[in-house]
């Protein structure tokens, strides 16, 4: 922070401008003396001061617009508002989907939606189940509850249960502060399923503490909803006790209670459906009081030194204009002195408009360009400037309905994405619809008047639905080729394995001079049971051979299957098991020409070669199967007992060998040189580390009550 300083230095480059104005009057003074010369004339001589004033004049007023300043003085930003403390259920109960997706995504959905339209209010989050812990103290940062709020689940807490009494404890102990008595409220948002319910003593305390309560209660009231539970392998079952389902329901009795026996409370029922929590906070809370809160922000003003040189500008060009008067000159049809003035109020309307106008001029031409750009097809480049536009704008700079007009459109941007991708990327584009609803909620908001915006509503929400029965329809598709793809590679394992036994049960080429020890021969080598041995040996591979066709036929049904899902611009679909296919002809062809020669014992070693090359062409579709197959299966799992116990070994003799190392050498002779270090423990270091022992303490004493909780949902 300087003591000098232009506010608006970009104005200077208009000093540039000086030099060809004062060569103009310099060459506009000679050749003024050269025609009076030319003339005869007697005139008296215009005076070189008249332009050197001007010049002065104009100088001065180019300084003037880059806003010199001097004495600076920095002031704090004071924020008025109240203290926000979003209190959400975590139980297991709020993983029901009876709202949608389920009630703990819909009441983190109405959090993030809300701390979209806060401004001066500092939040908290608070998350509990059976007890309750502080996800974030009460900051200005938004974006940081926004990040804990995603990490907020059943398992944030210590153990399972419900009761709303932990989190208001929490909340008085590490919370509330005597400064901000009445200041403070606390926006509840549960299903109200209460094991145990204290409300006499939740009542009590947000009375002795002046705190506001917004009860928000989301579920289903009379059919209620089970709660699915995913275990660690992926599957999902729904949550038992004592052998039957467990259904909730939202709680409303309980709910009304609280905010009867709680003054200022308010009970809200957004059962299954979307809801406003930013409305909803903002109607409660229109008649209370705010405070200030202390902020960090602060900005810096200067003592103008633009109008001091406007008025000497001013008086420059008035003293010219006196000089050229006393030289007898005839007076110009345009005063001087209204060209001063003109200058002046010009230059005070520049100095004097605030950055804002400039500012909405630039939003005003980028959103015209965004406009054009998507009317024209190009949605992704609209979709930027809108995003920019977005990003840069400032608080109360533009108007509601004009932030309404370009939620609006980011949410056509939004649609046009998602017809792109809907045939191919069903899951992308379900997730444009999604921010595209958004949008137009967050239109409807800002605008209830703009009717566009909620006619989109109900197409958008048609959209989701087709768009997440089509992913669920294509999941199950992709499960059961899956299962086809593995009954195929259990048939070739079990082709592979029969052809095997059977070219095992063929003998090999014989030795000449060498008699088969177990099989009677005649001289000529032949063994006596050839000829039904053979008929045996063909008989058994034409059956293998129709194995192999019928295994042929079950791979070009799964790859015309598997084809229609891969996307292809060529009209002729793309196959996908082209390689096993043509293996797999290979396979039958050997195992056909395989059948004749194991009539013959003399032509046995041949048919046992072609066996031999159909088991190995059958090893090779497995590959390519196994290889396709595996792709997404984790390859880093240790299962191997027997290595963990070596690695855990090696671990123990490394730390030996370490602590060995480190004993090396005369340590009591050294020690006895070397002081004991300082303690640079500073007071916040010690209290940094009492409260981690704090919470220690408390975890262990949630682990010791957690085995006292009946129903943990």
Same mark, same amino acid.
């Given at each position: 922070?300087?003591?000098?300083?232009?506010?608006?230095?970009?104005?200077?480059?208009?000093?540039?401008?000086?030099?060809?104005?004062?060569?103009?009057?310099?060459?506009?003074?000679?050749?003024?003396?050269?025609?009076?010369?030319?003339?005869?004339?007697?005139?008296?001589?215009?005076?070189?001061?008249?332009?050197?004033?001007?010049?002065?004049?104009?100088?001065?007023?180019?300084?003037?617009?880059?806003?010199?300043?001097?004495?600076?003085?920095?002031?704090?930003?004071?924020?008025?508002?109240?203290?926000?403390?979003?209190?959400?259920?975590?139980?297991?109960?709020?993983?029901?989907?009876?709202?949608?997706?389920?009630?703990?995504?819909?009441?983190?959905?109405?959090?993030?939606?809300?701390?979209?339209?806060?401004?001066?209010?500092?939040?908290?989050?608070?998350?509990?189940?059976?007890?309750?812990?502080?996800?974030?103290?009460?900051?200005?940062?938004?974006?940081?509850?926004?990040?804990?709020?995603?990490?907020?689940?059943?398992?944030?807490?210590?153990?399972?249960?419900?009761?709303?009494?932990?989190?208001?404890?929490?909340?008085?102990?590490?919370?509330?502060?005597?400064?901000?008595?009445?200041?403070?409220?606390?926006?509840?948002?549960?299903?109200?399923?209460?094991?145990?319910?204290?409300?006499?003593?939740?009542?009590?305390?947000?009375?002795?503490?002046?705190?506001?309560?917004?009860?928000?209660?989301?579920?289903?009231?009379?059919?209620?909803?089970?709660?699915?539970?995913?275990?660690?392998?992926?599957?999902?079952?729904?949550?038992?006790?004592?052998?039957?389902?467990?259904?909730?329901?939202?709680?409303?009795?309980?709910?009304?209670?609280?905010?009867?026996?709680?003054?200022?409370?308010?009970?809200?029922?957004?059962?299954?459906?979307?809801?406003?929590?930013?409305?909803?906070?903002?109607?409660?809370?229109?008649?209370?009081?705010?405070?200030?809160?202390?902020?960090?922000?602060?900005?810096?003003?200067?003592?103008?030194?633009?109008?001091?040189?406007?008025?000497? *500008?001013?008086?420059?060009? #008035?003293? /010219?204009? !006196?000089?050229?008067?006393?030289?007898? =000159?005839? @007076?110009? &049809? $345009?005063?001087?002195?209204?060209?001063?003035?003109?200058?002046?109020?010009?230059?005070?309307?520049?100095?004097?408009?605030?950055?804002?106008?400039?500012?909405?001029?630039?939003?005003?031409?980028?959103?015209?360009?965004?406009?054009?750009?998507?009317?024209?097809?190009?949605?992704?480049?609209?979709?930027?400037?809108?995003?920019?536009?977005?990003?840069?704008?400032?608080?109360?700079?533009?108007?509601?309905?004009?932030?309404?007009?370009?939620?609006?459109?980011?949410?056509?941007?939004?649609?046009?994405?998602?017809?792109?991708?809907?045939?191919?990327?069903?899951?992308?584009?379900?997730?444009?619809?999604?921010? *595209?609803?958004?949008?137009? #909620?967050? /239109?409807? !908001?800002?605008?209830?008047?703009?009717? =566009?915006? @909620?006619? &989109? $509503?109900?197409?958008?929400?048609?959209?989701?639905?087709?768009?997440?029965?089509?992913?669920?329809?294509?999941?199950?598709?992709?499960?059961?080729?899956?299962?086809?793809?593995?009954?195929?590679?259990?048939?070739?394992?079990?082709?592979?394995?029969?052809?095997?036994?059977?070219?095992?049960?063929?003998?090999?080429?014989?030795?000449?001079?060498?008699?088969?020890?177990?099989?009677?021969?005649?001289?000529?080598?032949?063994?006596?049971?050839?000829?039904?041995?053979?008929?045996?040996?063909?008989?058994?591979?034409?059956?293998?051979?129709?194995?192999?066709?019928?295994?042929?036929?079950?791979?070009?049904?799964?790859?015309?299957?598997?084809?229609?899902?891969?996307?292809?611009?060529?009209?002729?679909?793309?196959?996908?098991?082209?390689?096993?296919?043509?293996?797999?002809?290979?396979?039958?062809?050997?195992?056909?020409?395989?059948?004749?020669?194991?009539?013959?014992?003399?032509?046995?070693?041949?048919?046992?070669?072609?066996?031999?090359?159909?088991?190995?062409?059958?090893?090779?579709?497995?590959?390519?199967?196994?290889?396709?197959?595996?792709?997404?299966?984790?390859?880093?799992?240790?299962?191997?007992?027997?290595?963990?116990?070596?690695?855990?070994?090696?671990?123990?003799?490394?730390?030996?060998?370490?602590?060995?190392?480190?004993?090396?050498?005369?340590?009591?002779?050294?020690?006895?040189?070397?002081?004991?270090?300082?303690?640079?423990?500073?007071?916040?270091?010690?209290?940094?580390?009492?409260?981690?022992?704090?919470?220690?303490?408390?975890?262990?004493?949630?682990?010791?009550?957690?085995?006292?909780?009946?129903?943990?949902?």
């Amino acid at each position: 922070m300087t003591f000098f300083t232009f506010q608006n230095p970009s104005m200077l480059a208009l000093l540039v401008m000086l030099l060809p104005v004062a060569w103009l009057l310099r060459r506009a003074q000679r050749r003024r003396k050269s025609v009076i010369d030319a003339m005869g004339g007697d005139l008296g001589q215009r005076s070189p001061w008249r332009d050197r004033l001007c010049l002065a004049a104009m100088l001065l007023l180019i300084l003037a617009l880059a806003r010199p300043g001097i004495s600076p003085q920095r002031h704090s930003v004071a924020k008025s508002g109240r203290d926000v403390v979003f209190v959400l259920d975590v139980s297991q109960s709020m993983l029901a989907e009876d709202a949608y997706p389920s009630r703990l995504d819909a009441a983190k959905d109405a959090i993030r939606d809300a701390l979209d339209h806060l401004q001066s209010e500092r939040v908290a989050l608070v998350v509990y189940a059976g007890s309750a812990n502080i996800l974030c103290p009460l900051t200005f940062d938004y974006d940081f509850v926004r990040y804990v709020l995603d990490q907020a689940t059943p398992r944030t807490v210590d153990f399972g249960g419900t009761t709303l009494l932990s989190a208001t404890e929490k909340c008085a102990d590490s919370i509330f502060t005597e400064q901000r008595k009445g200041m403070q409220d606390l926006i509840v948002l549960t299903d109200g399923e209460e094991h145990g319910t204290h409300n006499q003593r939740i009542a009590k305390l947000l009375n002795e503490h002046d705190s506001g309560l917004l009860l928000v209660g989301i579920g289903d009231t009379a059919s209620g909803s089970r709660i699915p539970i995913t275990g660690d392998d992926g599957a999902t079952e729904y949550l038992k006790h004592d052998g039957q389902f467990v259904t909730t329901r939202l709680n409303e009795s309980g709910l009304r209670e609280l905010a009867r026996l709680a003054s200022g409370a308010t009970y809200v029922s957004a059962g299954t459906s979307a809801f406003d929590l930013a409305g909803l906070y903002w109607q409660y809370a229109s008649e209370k009081p705010i405070a200030d809160v202390g902020g960090s922000d602060t900005y810096v003003t200067y003592q103008e030194l633009g109008f001091p040189l406007m008025g000497l *500008a001013l008086a420059m060009l #008035l003293i /010219a204009e !006196r000089q050229h008067r006393s030289h007898g =000159r005839r @007076r110009t &049809r $345009l005063p001087v002195q209204q060209i001063a003035a003109l200058l002046f109020i010009a230059a005070i309307s520049v100095v004097t408009t605030p950055s804002l106008s400039a500012e909405e001029t630039g939003v005003a031409t980028q959103f015209a360009e965004a406009v054009r750009l998507q009317s024209a097809g190009r949605t992704a480049d609209a979709m930027e400037i809108y995003d920019a536009i977005e990003s840069s704008i400032v608080a109360g700079q533009i108007s509601a309905q004009q932030t309404a007009a370009l939620r609006f459109n980011q949410g056509l941007c939004y649609l046009d994405l998602a017809a792109k991708d809907a045939d191919v990327e069903p899951r992308a584009a379900l997730s444009n619809v999604e921010q *595209a609803q958004t949008c137009f #909620l967050d /239109a409807c !908001r800002m605008s209830p008047e703009l009717e =566009r915006a @909620r006619m &989109r $509503l109900d197409p958008t929400a048609n959209w989701i639905t087709q768009l997440q029965q089509q992913i669920e329809q294509e999941d199950e598709r992709q499960q059961e080729l899956q299962e086809q793809l593995q009954n195929l590679i259990e048939l070739l394992q079990e082709l592979q394995q029969k052809q095997t036994d059977l070219s095992d049960k063929v003998p090999s080429r014989p030795v000449p001079g060498r008699r088969h020890p177990a099989v009677a021969q005649p001289p000529d080598g032949e063994p006596e049971t050839a000829a039904e041995d053979g008929k045996q040996f063909s008989q058994q591979q034409r059956q293998l051979h129709q194995e192999g066709i019928a295994i042929d036929a079950a791979m070009q049904t799964l790859d015309q299957a598997m084809s229609q899902s891969v996307p292809s611009e060529d009209t002729q679909p793309l196959s996908v098991l082209e390689e096993p296919l043509r293996l797999m002809k290979q396979v039958i062809t050997a195992q056909d020409l395989a059948v004749d020669p194991l009539r013959q014992w003399s032509r046995w070693a041949n048919a046992r070669d072609l066996q031999q090359i159909a088991i190995r062409k059958i090893q090779e579709i497995l590959d390519l199967l196994a290889s396709d197959s595996s792709e997404d299966s984790d390859e880093g799992d240790w299962d191997d007992e027997e290595s963990y116990e070596d690695m855990m070994e090696s671990s123990e003799s490394d730390e030996a060998m370490m602590s060995s190392m480190q004993g090396e050498g005369e340590f009591a002779s050294g020690g006895e040189m070397q002081p004991l270090p300082v303690p640079n423990y500073s007071v916040e270091d010690i209290l940094m580390q009492e409260q981690g022992s704090l919470q220690f303490r408390q975890q262990q004493r949630a682990k010791s009550n957690q085995g006292k909780v009946e129903k943990d949902w």
